[in-house]
């Protein structure tokens, strides 16, 4: 599979590469980034053939977005695919007293979360202008889970402010042809199988739920998907890294040190990878794409070399013993489709 390969999102217009590049690191997660080491990131995806580029308000609060707009504000419009996200708002506060959370030197912003209607309306209107843009192609409505919200109840407040206001605006950028596809980047299948009863939504941009390491999503979203023509973007296909590192001290999985019996698993799978000459790496960003529903990966970069990596790694030839192996060994589940 080539980075630059392209597939259509669900039954939308929007065509994807395979690869696509994920916006959370240029919004200073983790770590503070230059804005040289930035752009020649953003650069080197564009010269290995990926043209699909997604960044959302949350990312150092409007940081990346400003990033990815300059960057992409140069090349042709119609050469890319744009997405970003509503649901968290900016509001201008004194910066030693936002907490930015896993963001480090963002922009003078606070965040909350707001699904009404006219919130949605207003950081549209926001992303355009940090962006340079005078549209997207895919609207994400940003972090409507339980792993957000931190609290089932919580969460079903919120989903019945998506129902009243979030996808009612959506809906109305997408009918205007202000957005070509709508949908919601979210943590969770089961915040996805929700939102397929709220309404008529082209694509999700799903972090860490269907990878090398978990698969519960065959159960139920990635069929429904399949019936429905929903398209499904695997965002952190590396579960957070620890997928790309291997089980190494200080790995991470979803944004916490991984616990014993997730380096034990990846260890078992990585020692597979490894007796048929396969990294880690390559059978974690193929490994998604096997699945029809699935439209692109979207690993996230903080230098031109981790981009290239990617691009190399999406790639490599990976023999079908190996798949077989780790299903053997009960490493993968024996349903999962996977690649040729």
Same mark, same amino acid.
């Given at each position: 599979?080539?980075?630059?390969?392209?597939?259509?999102? %669900?039954?939308?217009?929007?065509?994807? #590469?395979?690869? %696509? &590049?994920?916006?959370?690191?240029?919004?200073?997660?983790?770590?503070?980034?230059?804005?040289?080491?930035?752009?020649?990131?953003?650069?080197?995806?564009?010269?290995?053939?990926?043209?699909?580029?997604?960044?959302?308000?949350?990312?150092?609060?409007?940081?990346?977005?400003?990033?990815?707009?300059?960057?992409? $504000?140069? $090349?042709?419009?119609?050469?890319?695919?744009?997405?970003?996200?509503?649901?968290?708002?900016? $509001?201008?506060?004194?910066?030693?007293?936002?907490?930015? %959370?896993?963001?480090?030197?963002?922009?003078?912003?606070?965040?909350?979360?707001?699904?009404?209607?006219?919130?949605?309306?207003?950081?549209?209107?926001?992303? *355009?202008?940090?962006?340079?843009?005078?549209?997207?192609?895919? &609207? *994400? /409505?940003?972090?409507?889970?339980?792993?957000?919200?931190?609290?089932?109840?919580?969460?079903?407040?919120?989903?019945?402010?998506?129902?009243?206001?979030?996808?009612?605006?959506?809906?109305?950028?997408?009918?205007?042809?202000?957005?070509?596809?709508?949908?919601?980047?979210?943590?969770?299948?089961?915040?996805?199988?929700?939102? #397929?009863?709220?309404?008529?939504?082209?694509?999700?941009?799903?972090?860490?739920?269907? #990878? *090398?390491?978990?698969?519960?999503?065959?159960?139920?979203?990635?069929?429904?998907?399949?019936? $429905? %023509?929903?398209? /499904?973007?695997?965002?952190?296909?590396?579960?957070?890294? /620890?997928?790309?590192?291997?089980?190494?001290?200080?790995?991470?999985?979803?944004?916490?040190?991984?616990?014993?019996?997730? &380096?034990?698993?990846?260890?078992?799978?990585?020692?597979?990878?490894?007796?048929?000459?396969?990294? &880690?790496?390559?059978?974690?960003?193929?490994?998604?794409?096997?699945?029809?529903?699935?439209?692109?990966?979207?690993?996230?970069?903080?230098?031109?070399?981790?981009?290239?990596?990617?691009?190399?790694?999406?790639?490599?030839?990976?023999?079908?013993?190996?798949?077989?192996?780790?299903?053997?060994?009960?490493?993968?589940?024996?349903?999962?489709?996977?690649?040729?």
């Amino acid at each position: 599979m080539h980075a630059a390969h392209p597939n259509r999102l %669900g039954r939308s217009d929007v065509m994807v #590469t395979a690869l %696509g &590049l994920g916006g959370a690191p240029f919004g200073n997660m983790y770590a503070a980034l230059p804005e040289t080491q930035v752009t020649a990131a953003i650069d080197a995806a564009w010269q290995a053939g990926v043209r699909f580029f997604d960044t959302a308000p949350l990312y150092g609060h409007g940081l990346s977005e400003h990033r990815m707009g300059h960057a992409l $504000r140069q $090349r042709p419009r119609d050469d890319y695919i744009l997405s970003t996200k509503v649901g968290w708002m900016l $509001r201008p506060a004194d910066p030693s007293r936002v907490d930015a %959370g896993i963001f480090k030197r963002t922009l003078p912003f606070a965040r909350e979360t707001d699904y009404s209607y006219d919130a949605v309306m207003r950081s549209f209107e926001d992303s *355009l202008q940090r962006l340079g843009m005078h549209r997207v192609d895919l &609207l *994400l /409505i940003h972090d409507v889970d339980i792993w957000t919200h931190g609290s089932r109840d919580a969460w079903r407040r919120r989903l019945r402010e998506v129902a009243d206001g979030a996808y009612k605006a959506a809906a109305r950028l997408r009918d205007e042809g202000v957005v070509k596809a709508i949908g919601a980047g979210v943590n969770e299948s089961e915040a996805c199988m929700a939102l #397929t009863e709220i309404g008529d939504f082209d694509a999700f941009l799903l972090a860490g739920r269907y #990878t *090398l390491l978990e698969q519960d999503a065959l159960d139920d979203l990635l069929p429904r998907c399949a019936e $429905r %023509g929903i398209g /499904i973007v695997i965002g952190g296909p590396y579960n957070t890294g /620890i997928l790309a590192t291997g089980a190494i001290d200080g790995a991470h999985y979803n944004y916490q040190p991984a616990p014993p019996e997730i &380096l034990a698993r990846v260890a078992a799978i990585g020692a597979v990878c490894g007796r048929h000459g396969v990294t &880690l790496a390559s059978a974690a960003l193929q490994f998604p794409l096997a699945h029809p529903a699935v439209a692109s990966v979207i690993p996230g970069a903080v230098s031109a070399d981790e981009v290239e990596r990617n691009a190399a790694t999406i790639s490599a030839p990976v023999p079908s013993d190996l798949w077989a192996e780790l299903k053997a060994d009960g490493l993968l589940r024996a349903d999962a489709p996977t690649p040729d």
